[in-house]
């Protein structure tokens, strides 16, 4: 099942920019099942990376050790808006392990959040790391290098031990040799890896996959992660975000994590199949309506579903004054007969 994938802004009835995305749907083996001209498409994983970098640490049994929280769990897979919320959780993460913000690597940047915002605007909170949208994943980092005796200042170089796990960790769920990964460094300091889109899939089914009771500790860490995930989609992402959207709509039965430069990592539970979809310009905003477009076409969405993600479906364009002035979708062609 092939197809084509765009996804067009109008600013009334006029075409005002096309976005070209690319999507591969893989099943937990790495057969695709569905996806563009080029699934193969070989891209960097940025923070839908997340789950994987979490993973570790979960099935080393550390996050039992620890007293994790599914919540705490999720929002260390998260890219998150930097709510108060938010960075209570990150606190409470680094306290159980004896560290503070001072020990994240991923440094400040403005919270998404309006309130977390304010509050620094007003200037009685600190300017720390715990706003950054990686402060979650950082602070499981932390964790993994706390319960392992690993040293924790320079935990996020690639010569890390941490680090090394954690790229093996990736090649496998994506099913590559971890020697094949290129590497670079994400916005938040961590090192990132290059994969193909089907690869990226794979992991998700992978994920899509696990089971809770499966006799080995990697698949019930995978399968924990996925419910902590699905189970707090506001820890994952913050309200209004894609990923958030998808997973409150399903009922966590389809989890979903973003990345930067226009990527989306979708889980099909249900289905046991991963989806990755990319912009191939890097615009974000093309991927929420892709996103629908992609799981319709999959028959993956019954009708309540469907009708919750009308938001991220067709996006308003609005002015500066909040004028509605036009609107953005995919457009979906299929190509090869299914």
Same mark, same amino acid.
């Given at each position: 099942?092939?197809?084509?994938?765009?996804?067009?802004?109008?600013?009334?009835?006029?075409?005002?920019?096309?976005?070209?995305?690319?999507?591969?749907?893989?099943?937990?083996?790495?057969?695709?099942? *569905?996806?563009?001209?080029?699934?193969?498409?070989?891209?960097?994983?940025?923070?839908?990376?997340?789950?994987?970098?979490?993973?570790?640490?979960?099935?080393? =049994?550390?996050?039992?050790?620890?007293?994790?929280? +599914?919540?705490?769990?999720? &929002?260390?897979?998260?890219?998150?808006? /930097?709510?108060?919320?938010?960075?209570?959780?990150?606190?409470?993460?680094?306290?159980?392990?004896?560290?503070?913000?001072?020990?994240?690597?991923?440094?400040?940047?403005?919270?998404?959040?309006?309130?977390?915002?304010?509050?620094?605007?007003?200037?009685?909170?600190?300017?720390?790391?715990? @706003?950054?949208?990686?402060?979650?994943?950082?602070?499981?980092?932390?964790?993994?290098?706390?319960?392992?005796?690993?040293? &924790?200042? +320079? @935990?996020?170089?690639?010569?890390?031990?941490?680090?090394?796990? &954690?790229?093996?960790?990736?090649?496998?769920?994506?099913?590559?040799?971890?020697?094949?990964?290129?590497?670079?460094?994400?916005?938040?300091?961590?090192?990132?890896?290059?994969?193909?889109l089907s690869a990226m899939a794979r992991a998700y089914a992978v994920?899509?996959?696990?089971?809770?009771? *499966?006799?080995?500790?990697?698949?019930?860490?995978?399968?924990?992660?996925?419910?902590?995930? /699905?189970?707090?989609?506001?820890? &994952?992402?913050?309200?209004?975000?894609?990923?958030?959207?998808?997973?409150?709509?399903?009922?966590?039965?389809?989890?979903?994590?973003?990345?930067?430069?226009?990527?989306?990592?979708?889980?099909?539970?249900?289905?046991?199949?991963?989806?990755?979809?990319?912009?191939?310009?890097?615009?974000?905003?093309?991927?929420?309506?892709?996103?629908?477009?992609?799981?319709?076409?999959?028959? *993956?969405?019954?009708?309540?579903? +469907?009708?919750?993600?009308?938001?991220?479906?067709?996006?308003?364009?609005?002015?500066?004054?909040?004028?509605?002035? =036009?609107?953005?979708?995919?457009?979906?062609?299929?190509?090869?007969p299914a």
């Amino acid at each position: 099942m092939r197809f084509d994938l765009e996804v067009v802004v109008r600013r009334g009835s006029i075409v005002e920019s096309r976005h070209r995305l690319q999507c591969a749907a893989v099943d937990a083996q790495g057969a695709l099942v *569905a996806g563009t001209q080029h699934p193969d498409l070989v891209t960097t994983f940025r923070s839908s990376a997340k789950p994987f970098q979490l993973l570790p640490l979960v099935e080393r =049994g550390h996050a039992d050790r620890f007293g994790f929280s +599914d919540e705490q769990l999720a &929002v260390m897979a998260a890219s998150h808006t /930097g709510s108060r919320h938010h960075v209570e959780l990150v606190v409470g993460i680094l306290a159980r392990i004896g560290l503070g913000p001072e020990h994240l690597a991923c440094g400040f940047h403005d919270p998404e959040d309006a309130a977390s915002r304010e509050d620094l605007q007003r200037g009685g909170l600190p300017r720390t790391a715990l @706003y950054n949208n990686c402060s979650g994943k950082h602070a499981g980092q932390l964790a993994l290098c706390v319960a392992e005796g690993w040293p &924790v200042g +320079d @935990y996020h170089l690639p010569s890390h031990p941490a680090q090394k796990l &954690v790229r093996e960790t990736i090649a496998d769920a994506c099913g590559v040799p971890a020697a094949s990964l290129e590497a670079g460094v994400d916005g938040c300091s961590l090192p990132v890896f290059a994969l193909p889109l089907s690869a990226m899939a794979r992991a998700y089914a992978v994920l899509a996959s696990a089971r809770p009771d *499966a006799p080995d500790a990697r698949t019930r860490a995978l399968a924990r992660i996925a419910r902590a995930m /699905g189970a707090h989609p506001v820890a &994952v992402g913050g309200d209004g975000r894609a990923s958030t959207v998808i997973m409150q709509a399903t009922g966590g039965r389809i989890v979903a994590k973003g990345g930067a430069e226009g990527l989306l990592l979708l889980a099909l539970l249900d289905r046991g199949l991963g989806c990755a979809i990319k912009c191939e310009d890097g615009t974000s905003r093309a991927v929420a309506p892709a996103s629908v477009a992609v799981l319709e076409h999959l028959g *993956a969405l019954p009708a309540g579903e +469907d009708a919750a993600l009308a938001p991220l479906r067709r996006p308003r364009v609005t002015n500066v004054v909040g004028l509605e002035v =036009g609107f953005i979708e995919a457009e979906l062609r299929e190509t090869v007969p299914a």
